[in-house]
């Protein structure tokens, strides 16, 4: 029987004194004991908003249920009926503004943690040694390109490829993972999680062709002339913005792609084994208040900066990053600058950043995001000594693959026009979906989209009808 008396169980953490020392996850992960208490808590209601609110359309009753009653197997057979991806999905969506929103039980009490629900059950069929493949239907015949191999390409390949469509999945980088594994730290997302993910759609019979870099190596056009029948394009948002004021060419002054890229896919935080260090100094500051800038800022104390500062140009309450996330920078030792905006950055005579000039800001009224617009203070300007700068104030659309795409439509600020219902585009045979659609947002927004379009390929594999 459901007990709402039962509080919602706390995440295990490393502690932060520990943390802040290593690369290592933070959060440890529910035993058994805990998945089962906090299943427990679950009403199992007749109308389970939480999977309206899940963009892939988990049977979250179902799997929380089987968890509560110790048949952890079964539980993630249930997840794995809609979602290949569990243990990235459990770690990294944004859970508390989609299904536990949701929850019933948020009304009186705490809702169901089903994130770590989910990633418990992912992370027990690892413990157990065990890698449950899901079955696939006999083959079509048709073949599909999906281009990128972030979570929304992922999605498509292994929604198509459980129909019994061969599928390639063309990724740009020596790994695939897309953001998964260049954007996300090893703390909050070990890489072994995502390469795990990424072998059970091998097994499936899902094709990774790495290094392929679609729009230089073979353009779309080129692809089809290859045989491929549909083509998915979910490429992401990897072109990082710029402030445009001076000093940003200094060195030591990174955008968080570049900074972030360095640390996760190329090992930075394991120089001399990876010879590729990033170097710090003693003062790192942060200018941005997402969830990018959050990990940028948390791993720069893990290289070794004594003071790792976020400059953010609004309140705390304005910010767009994860709360549980924020709490973690704060017990990290992160200093919060709030109300604050670089207006330059000042060099040494070697060029390398040594000072950031920072305007003071207020809030006015609330702009298009819903957020109170920062308000410059004339005149209050004053300098900071620094070492490094990483610049996380967002992303924009790579023009390569629009740009060598004949008859594929893009918007004023480069992301490809597509159905929000379907994801076809503007050029027959190719769909879009994720953050070079919408922009940058959420893991499982992107691999919403990427059921949404996997279900529209399917039909147009089976019925020739665009």
């Given at each position: 029987?459901?007990?709402?008396?039962?509080?919602?169980?706390?995440?295990?953490?490393?502690?932060?004194?520990?943390?802040?020392?290593?690369?290592?996850?933070?959060?440890?992960?529910?035993?058994?004991?805990?998945?089962?208490?906090?299943?427990?808590?679950?009403?199992?209601?007749?109308?389970?908003?939480?999977?309206?609110?899940?963009?892939?359309?988990?049977?979250?009753?179902?799997?929380?249920?089987?968890?509560?009653?110790?048949?952890?197997?079964?539980?993630?057979?249930?997840?794995?009926?809609?979602?290949?991806?569990?243990?990235?999905?459990?770690?990294?969506?944004?859970?508390?503004?989609?299904?536990?929103?949701?929850?019933?039980?948020?009304?009186?009490?705490?809702?169901?943690?089903?994130?770590?629900?989910?990633?418990?059950?992912?992370?027990?069929?690892?413990?157990?040694?065990?890698?449950?493949?899901?079955?696939?239907?006999?083959?079509?015949?048709?073949?599909?390109?999906?281009?990128?191999?972030?979570?929304?390409?992922?999605?498509?390949?292994?929604?198509?490829?459980?129909?019994?469509?061969?599928?390639?999945?063309?990724?740009?980088?020596?790994?695939?993972?897309?953001?998964?594994?260049?954007?996300?730290?090893?703390?909050?997302?070990?890489?072994?999680?995502?390469?795990?993910?990424?072998?059970?759609?091998?097994?499936?019979?899902?094709?990774?062709?790495?290094?392929?870099?679609?729009?230089?190596?073979?353009?779309?056009?080129?692809?089809?002339?290859?045989?491929?029948?549909?083509?998915?394009?979910?490429?992401?948002?990897?072109?990082?913005?710029?402030?445009?004021?001076?000093?940003?060419?200094?060195v030591g002054v990174y955008s968080a792609n570049e900074y972030l890229t360095r640390i996760n896919l190329m090992k930075a935080y394991l120089f001399p084994e990876y010879d590729t260090p990033i170097r710090v100094g003693e003062r790192v500051i942060v200018i941005g208040g997402g969830n990018v800038a959050m990990d940028a800022v948390r791993s720069s104390l893990r290289l070794g900066a004594k003071e790792a500062h976020i400059i953010y140009r609004r309140s705390r309450k304005e910010m767009p990053a994860r709360d549980e996330e924020i709490e973690n920078a704060e017990d990290e030792g992160v200093i919060f600058n709030f109300l604050l905006n670089p207006v330059r950055y000042i060099g040494n005579e070697a060029g390398r950043v040594k000072q950031v000039e920072l305007l003071k800001m207020e809030l006015g009224e609330p702009d298009a995001s819903g957020r109170r617009r920062p308000v410059p203070i004339e005149g209050s300007e004053y300098k900071m000594d620094v070492d490094t700068v990483v610049v996380a104030i967002g992303n924009g659309a790579n023009p390569l693959v629009p740009s060598s795409t004949p008859g594929l439509e893009t918007n004023k600020w480069g992301y490809i026009v597509a159905d929000a219902e379907t994801g076809k585009t503007t050029k027959k045979g190719v769909w879009a979906g994720g953050d070079i659609v919408t922009g940058a947002a959420t893991v499982i927004l992107a691999m919403g989209a990427g059921r949404k379009a996997a279900r529209s390929m399917h039909e147009y594999l089976t019925t020739g009808e665009w």
């Open positions: 029987m459901p007990d709402t008396k039962i509080p919602r169980q706390a995440m295990p953490k490393q502690r932060p004194k520990e943390r802040i020392r290593n690369f290592n996850e933070v959060a440890l992960g529910f035993s058994a004991e805990l998945a089962q208490k906090e299943a427990e808590r679950c009403i199992q209601c007749k109308k389970p908003f939480c999977i309206e609110g899940c963009p892939v359309e988990i049977d979250i009753p179902v799997f929380i249920e089987l968890v509560a009653e110790g048949d952890f197997e079964s539980a993630l057979a249930k997840i794995r009926e809609t979602n290949l991806l569990p243990g990235v999905c459990g770690r990294v969506c944004p859970q508390e503004e989609q299904c536990e929103i949701v929850c019933v039980l948020s009304k009186r009490f705490e809702p169901v943690a089903i994130g770590r629900l989910e990633r418990f059950v992912a992370d027990w069929e690892i413990r157990e040694g065990k890698m449950d493949v899901p079955s696939v239907a006999p083959s079509t015949g048709h073949k599909v390109a999906v281009v990128g191999s972030g979570p929304g390409g992922l999605t498509v390949a292994a929604d198509l490829a459980r129909l019994g469509h061969k599928v390639t999945l063309f990724e740009a980088l020596h790994k695939p993972g897309g953001v998964l594994v260049y954007g996300i730290p090893e703390f909050r997302l070990p890489k072994a999680i995502v390469a795990r993910e990424c072998e059970i759609l091998e097994k499936i019979g899902v094709e990774l062709k790495l290094d392929f870099v679609v729009g230089r190596t073979a353009t779309v056009d080129e692809l089809f002339e290859m045989g491929y029948e549909a083509c998915f394009l979910g490429l992401g948002a990897g072109l990082p913005w710029f402030m445009n004021i001076p000093g940003e060419n200094l």
